[in-house]
């Protein structure tokens, strides 16, 4: 009878002892994998944007380490009461006008960005926009695109809608309704518009009839056509520009249709293209292409060259945070660069009034023949 007492006691102290080792064994397991899993503790902060650097992928791309001269005259919050992500602007006579697509309507800005006005249903019954994504002027009046309904609004600046301009497909063949996302009028009142469902960049009348376009109807490789035509710019001597987002890069084209030059090119780089969105060109006629992914506004000379980016706190350390976090539209006006930030406002910059030495030539660009 003793004996077998000792021997439950032995099993009995042996079963506790297993219980514990494995009680220890867990502890430390779970421990460890905590350790891994956790890792050091982080503070996010906003993307500085690119890193500057040479990209040894690319023989013969000289990249440089400078932002481009033109320090930040005025910065504009917006609140989403104000302007609900705001995807464009324009000029006229010092006031700025937004693209407001969330709200339908256009948001007037003073030039000293301190009085706001909203043009909707409420000033004209007529005002019909839905989601607007690209705004222009013409002789004193707002060209207002009406990417839902398929056309353009002109538009006073009291807020009046004069006109509706119903737009054509660009072709009869196109499967989709037109879905026209950006929109320039250039001197003589012909309108140039992107087709973001077709994937056309067409030119109209003045009364929105064809007179030429571009693209296949369906999205294409960069040689091919268009894969997401969005914003559009006219320099001061009628030359066209398109970019073509998904194919990260701009298009240049004639007043005629010719396409005279392609730059740009997709990558995560300093001087790459990760998802542009506007373009505008200055009297030097250089050209910013806003990328929303990149938090930045890059710079590219006549000749198609990249040669720097504008948009740091510290404009003199290139390595500094953007104050951008999604900037869109775009213009020129009085050599100062206007840009809209969907998410920060709108900024403007003072555009160098001669070329920055070592800012010209060095196309590395594709030419159309």
């Known amino acids: 009878m003793e ?14 002892l297993v219980i514990a080792l494995v009680a220890v064994i867990v502890v430390l397991l779970v421990t460890r994998g905590n350790e891994q899993t956790a890792g050091p503790v982080t503070t996010t902060v906003q993307d500085p944007g690119p890193v500057i650097g040479q990209d040894d992928t690319q023989e013969g791309r000289e990249i440089t380490n400078t932002v481009w001269p033109a320090p930040l005259s005025l910065a504009v919050p917006i609140e989403g009461k104000t302007a609900d992500q705001p995807a464009d602007i324009t000029i006229i006579d010092g006031t700025m006008y937004l693209a407001d697509p969330t709200g339908g309507r256009i948001v007037q800005v003073s030039a000293d960005g301190k009085t706001f006005k909203v043009f909707d249903k409420t000033v004209d019954p007529k005002f019909t926009a839905s989601g607007p994504m690209a705004i222009s002027s013409y002789q004193g009046q707002i060209y207002l695109l009406d990417t839902g309904g398929g056309g353009v609004l002109v538009v006073t600046t009291s807020g009046a809608v004069v006109k509706e301009i119903k737009l054509a497909k660009g072709a009869a063949s196109d499967a989709k309704d037109l879905r026209p996302v950006g929109l320039a009028v250039a001197s003589d009142g012909s309108m140039y518009v992107s087709d973001g469902a077709n994937q056309r960049f067409t030119k109209y009348t003045a009364d929105g009839q064809v007179i030429w376009t571009v693209g296949t109807g369906a999205r294409a490789a960069a040689d091919k056509g268009f894969n997401g035509p969005v914003g559009i710019s006219i320099d001061k001597d009628g030359m066209v520009y398109v970019v073509d987002s998904l194919n990260c890069m701009v298009k240049k084209f004639s007043p005629d249709g010719k396409q005279l030059l392609t730059f740009g090119q997709a990558g995560d780089r300093v001087g790459d293209l990760a998802r542009p969105k506007s373009v505008a060109v200055d009297d030097l006629g250089n050209v910013y292409v806003s990328d929303g992914l990149m938090a930045a506004v890059d710079v590219f000379n006549a000749e ?66």
């Open 304 to 369: 198609g060259a990249w040669v720097g980016f504008l948009g740091r706190k510290d404009p003199a350390d290139p390595n500094s945070l953007s104050v951008f976090r999604a900037p869109h539209g775009m213009k020129v006006v009085n050599n100062t660069l206007y840009v809209v930030d969907r998410f920060n406002g709108i900024f403007e910059f003072a555009l160098p009034t001669t070329q920055p030495a070592g800012t010209t030539g060095g196309n590395t660009t594709t030419t159309a023949e």
């Open 3 to 16: 004996s077998r007492r000792r021997r439950y006691l032995l099993t009995a102290g042996a079963a506790l």
